[in-house]
């Protein structure tokens, strides 16, 4: 099992930036891909970028330019650092891993990002 805890979260104004944390904990050694998903309301849950333990990334097209994967291996941690926020960024934004193939296998709790002024 692996557990994973989303930090980071909260309140900016648009054209503001925020940076998630996730924590991962648990049989990590398991794990090749690390992902950042969101969810707004009335919307399906969508990929915004994935990193692998090689630190190849990939960005959902709306997100490339504005948002940043990384991962700390040593601290067993991957961030998310958000620029330039839109309201329509608003949205629960999830942390989760997988070994392999599409589906992801473990989730965290979900951070709310909200970009209001």
């Known amino acids: 099992q692996v557990q994973l805890v989303e930090s980071g979260g909260g309140l900016e104004q648009p054209g503001g930036s925020l940076r998630l944390s996730c924590a991962a904990s648990?049989?990590?050694?398991?794990?090749?891909?690390m992902g950042w998903h969101r969810q707004a309301p009335g919307k399906e849950r969508e990929l915004v970028a994935s990193i692998t333990i090689y630190g190849n990334t990939h960005y959902a097209d709306s997100m490339k330019g504005r948002f940043t994967i990384s991962r700390d291996n040593a601290e067993n941690r991957v961030y998310l650092q958000m620029n330039s926020l839109k309201p329509d960024d608003t949205a629960v934004y999830y942390c989760?891993?997988?070994?392999?193939?599409?589906?992801?296998?473990?989730w965290g709790q979900g951070t709310q990002v909200t970009v209001s002024s």
């Open positions: 989760a891993a997988k070994k392999f193939g599409l589906k992801y296998d473990y």
């Open positions: 648990g049989s990590i050694s398991s794990i090749n891909v």
